[in-house]
């Protein structure tokens, strides 16, 4: 089993934009995908369906997939919401990240 962290205001940000974009009962899938500065990105969407091919849990209302291949590089993950002067956005922190970019969305591993 993945252990990631989705803060409860980032749960409630999810939600409120699930609601918005009228997606109720998606579940939120983080991901592991090539490319940015420092060689792998994060990723999250809505998604409707499982594959089978994931570990899903559920948290306060918000059902949360991972893929099995992303599993070991999000193994950890804490997923935070953040609304401020300087910053506000989602905040990802990966303790399984060797290196990352300035703006946090690429790390290597």
């Given at each position: 089993?993945?252990?990631?962290?989705?803060?409860?205001?980032?749960?409630?940000?999810?939600?409120?934009?699930?609601?918005?974009?009228?997606?109720?009962?998606?579940?939120?899938?983080?991901?592991v995908?090539?490319?940015?500065?420092?060689?792998?990105?994060?990723?999250?969407?809505?998604?409707?369906?499982e594959?089978?091919?994931e570990?899903?849990?559920?948290?306060?209302g918000?059902?949360v997939?991972?893929?099995?291949a992303?599993?070991p590089?999000?193994?950890?993950l804490?997923?935070?919401?953040?609304l401020?002067?300087?910053?506000?956005?989602?905040?990802?922190?990966?303790?399984?990240?060797?290196?990352t970019?300035?703006?946090?969305k690429?790390?290597?591993?």
């Amino acid at each position: 089993m993945v252990a990631v962290e989705v803060t409860p205001a980032a749960r409630d940000q999810v939600l409120k934009i699930m609601d918005r974009q009228q997606k109720p009962g998606a579940a939120l899938r983080l991901y592991v995908q090539g490319g940015g500065c420092s060689g792998l990105t994060y990723g999250m969407s809505f998604d409707h369906q499982e594959t089978g091919d994931e570990v899903a849990y559920r948290d306060g209302g918000l059902t949360v997939v991972v893929d099995r291949a992303s599993a070991p590089l999000l193994d950890g993950l804490r997923v935070d919401f953040l609304l401020g002067l300087e910053q506000s956005g989602f905040k990802i922190v990966n303790p399984n990240a060797k290196a990352t970019c300035s703006c946090g969305k690429s790390f290597s591993a």
